[in-house]
């Protein structure tokens, strides 16, 4: 079966630190990546996505996350960290072409000021 | 950017009572939307996938004469909770796939569900 994992239920983080949060797939064939952000009581927002490319993602707000095939990987990351930042994380995978993103069970990111 | 409004964003119902929830793509087309339940703190769910003018396909475990969908046109599909129960309560979020895009997926901002 296709599926993400987020091996981490919270990541803390000091303002201006580096962040990472964690994903790691298991798809047949080419995995479509995503991360999405949700703040308390909304829907998600798009972070960014890897479909095909370079490895290296740059998305919305700083976030950027690099997809390792060797590793089964697709890390989040941000080198500066913001307060505003700490929401709940989500790393999806769609294992083909129009079918329904699945979720990993999400991360939360709590930054301190 | 691509825009889905998700309606309502709140909503108390009593037990027994039905509640529809709409999804609208408000400035491209989506063949396909997909309903996720969402717990408290805890991942999204997928219920069913909609496909417009065809009958949505449901996960397994997800009862389809409770979950009503409805993909009535390529900018709307509604899902209605029938005969609601309060283990019912819960956060619904839409997402619709833009058809110029196999991989544009935009979210509804969620509706919250209290079935007293």
């Known amino acids: 079966a296709q599926s993400v994992a987020q091996p981490e239920d919270q990541v803390n983080v000091a303002e201006g630190n580096p962040l990472t949060v964690k994903c790691t797939y298991s798809?047949?064939?080419?995995?479509?990546l995503f991360w999405y952000v949700q703040y308390p009581n909304r829907g998600l927002q798009f972070l960014l996505k890897?479909?095909?490319?370079?490895?290296l993602v740059k998305g919305s707000y700083g976030f950027e996350a690099e997809f390792n095939k060797s590793q089964t990987s697709f890390h989040l990351k941000k080198p500066s960290a913001l307060v505003s930042d700490s929401a709940l994380y989500f790393c999806a995978v769609v294992w083909q072409a129009g079918t329904a993103l699945i979720f990993g069970k999400g991360t939360t990111l709590s930054v301190s000021s | 950017g691509a825009v889905v409004s998700q309606h309502p964003s709140r909503v108390i119902c009593k037990s027994g009572t039905s509640v529809k929830i709409e999804c609208r793509s408000l400035?491209?087309?989506?063949?396909?939307m997909f309903w996720y339940r969402q717990f408290p703190k805890q991942s999204l769910m997928l219920m069913a996938t909609s496909n417009e003018g065809s009958k949505a396909t449901y996960e397994q475990g997800v009862e389809k004469d409770k979950f009503l969908i409805n993909h009535a046109s390529l900018t709307l599909s509604t899902l209605t909770v029938t005969s609601a129960h309060p283990e019912d309560s819960s956060f619904y979020i839409c997402?619709?796939?833009?058809?110029?895009?196999?991989?544009?997926?935009?979210f509804g901002s969620g509706t919250r569900l209290t079935v007293v």
């Open positions: 798809v047949s064939g080419n995995p479509y």
């Open positions: 890897y479909i095909t490319g370079d490895n």
């Open positions: 400035d491209f087309q989506a063949t396909t």
């Open positions: 997402s619709a796939r833009e058809d110029s895009s196999n991989y544009g997926y935009t």
